[in-house]
């Protein structure tokens, strides 16, 4: 085989395994067209973690080691506080791990509720769904490189409203159900997100009692 044959076959092999931006921008900017795209792309779990939960899950804690520990954050007239680069590491590395959790209870749960909702749909379905749904949060997490609080409150409260708009979008297109049923189902998911988001802050907590709290330095 030709040289030239060779790089026609390798090249499509790569792209398929790398991050395709134009879905997440497409999704982003087109919620309805972007769903179909994520849908027409029938992505493992394997491949959903690999291609697109693991890079964007990297973007907060990478964002917050280098927030924590150089930038820093002022609450009032104080000074300028940051982390020690040994604790903004501990807390990233389990923030990441965190996030990859969560994804995956949440499609478990999401799958685990679909047949109360006259859909069928498999567990790799219902993890792009919850993969996909979370992609402003998980953008959002640049806004930790400069982690003043009301800083981040400004840009996280739109992210999870977006979010929260892309599930409703989402439900009906990635779990073949009606308005109605997607409605309901929609709404069973926030809850349990809301759910998830506060045992998320307990584990957190947790943690702190084990030594992985923060060490703070002015």
């Not at 792209?15 to 994520?38: D, F, Q, Y």
């Not at 491949?47 to 080691?65: G, T």
């Not at 049923?181 to 997100?193: D, E, N, P, T, Y």
């Amino acid at each position: 085989m030709t040289p030239g044959a060779w790089g026609s076959i390798s090249i499509p092999r790569l792209r398929e395994k790398t991050v395709k931006i134009s879905l997440i921008i497409n999704l982003i900017l087109h919620p309805s067209a972007g769903w179909e795209a994520v849908k027409a792309e029938a992505l493992s779990v394997k491949e959903c973690y690999a291609r697109y939960v693991i890079p964007l899950a990297l973007i907060a804690p990478v964002a917050s080691y280098v927030g924590t520990s150089t930038v820093g954050w002022r609450v009032g007239a104080g000074d300028v506080v940051r982390l020690t680069t040994d604790s903004a590491l501990k807390i990233s590395v389990l923030t990441f791990f965190a996030m990859l959790v969560v994804v995956y209870i949440l499609a478990r749960t999401i799958h685990w509720m679909a047949r109360t909702y006259d859909s069928d749909k498999s567990l790799q379905e219902c993890f792009s769904l919850a993969a996909f749904t979370a992609v402003p949060l998980f953008l959002v997490g640049l806004a930790m490189l400069y982690p003043m609080p009301w800083f981040v409150y400004f840009l996280g409260l739109p992210a999870l409203g977006y979010s929260v708009a892309l599930l409703y979008t989402g439900v009906p297109i990635m779990m073949e159900v009606n308005k109605e049923q997607g409605f309901l189902f929609s709404s069973a998911i926030l809850a349990l997100g809301l759910v998830a988001l506060v045992g998320l802050i307990v584990v957190t907590v947790s943690f702190w009692g084990f030594g992985a709290g923060p060490d703070f330095r002015t």
